[in-house]
């Protein structure tokens, strides 16, 4: 039981990753509109994880969403 478990947790913490890398490279590509709905839905999956919320307030603000970014960083 505990091998599955431990492959499991790996896998999500692999896509997690996977999806931050996504994120961080439409940053790069200057798509924040898109980075900050993958930052969203990573969010939904770690809502506590201080880092996702700060670099979906960077998304925000570069989109020039300010508003989202304030409330995002409050």
């Known amino acids: 039981m505990?091998?599955?478990f431990i492959a499991a947790l790996a896998f999500a913490a692999a896509?997690?990753?996977a999806d931050l890398r996504e994120a961080k490279?439409?940053?790069k590509q200057n798509q924040p509109g898109k980075a900050g709905e993958a930052l969203r839905q990573l969010q939904s999956q770690q809502p506590n994880d201080p880092w996702l919320a700060y670099n979906a307030g960077v998304a925000a603000y570069a989109a020039k969403d300010f508003p989202a970014a304030d409330k995002i960083w409050q």
Do not use: G
């Open 2 to 4: 505990k091998p599955q």
């Open 15 to 17: 896509t997690a990753l």
């Open 25 to 27: 490279e439409l940053m």
